[in-house]
């Protein structure tokens, strides 16, 4: 039997990776900015400040990236969540996303991998031959 353990350190270390470029390309778009600012900006911006564009390129870099940092603080945990109640429970999904759920499952099978429910007596929901409850 496979474990999931693989699969989910794969899908943590690709996430990483881009959210360390989404994290280097805002600072250094913020950077930019920065010092932009401080060159072609109003000369009241940086009036008697010595070296404002590095200055000035610097505490944008800074603030950029502390601002990044909470988005995708938030993206990492949105990504763990869904890859933990997918490998709990897949049926979950399906009740309420069909859409999402026929693309995951998908996707999961081109990995290699089964989707099954965790529960012995749970069968995977099928929407062609899913019952009304009226």
């Not at 072609?40 to 070296?51: D, H, S």
Request: overall charge negative.
């Amino acid at each position: 039997m496979m474990t999931d353990g693989p699969t989910v350190a794969m899908n943590d270390m690709f996430v990483g990776i881009v959210v360390f470029i989404g994290k280097l390309v805002v600072s250094i778009v913020m950077l930019v900015v920065g010092v932009l600012l401080a060159r072609e900006g109003p000369p009241e911006y940086t009036a008697g400040l010595p070296q404002a564009a590095v200055i000035s390129g610097m505490l944008c870099c800074l603030f950029g990236y502390a601002v990044v940092c909470i988005a995708m603080t938030l993206v990492e945990a949105g990504n763990k969540t869904v890859m933990v109640c997918w490998l709990e429970n897949p049926n979950a999904l399906a009740t309420s996303h069909q859409g999402e759920f026929d693309k995951m499952k998908s996707i999961w099978v081109g990995l290699g991998r089964d989707v099954r429910a965790k529960d012995r007596d749970a069968k995977l929901y099928d929407k062609d031959n899913a019952e009304d409850s009226d």
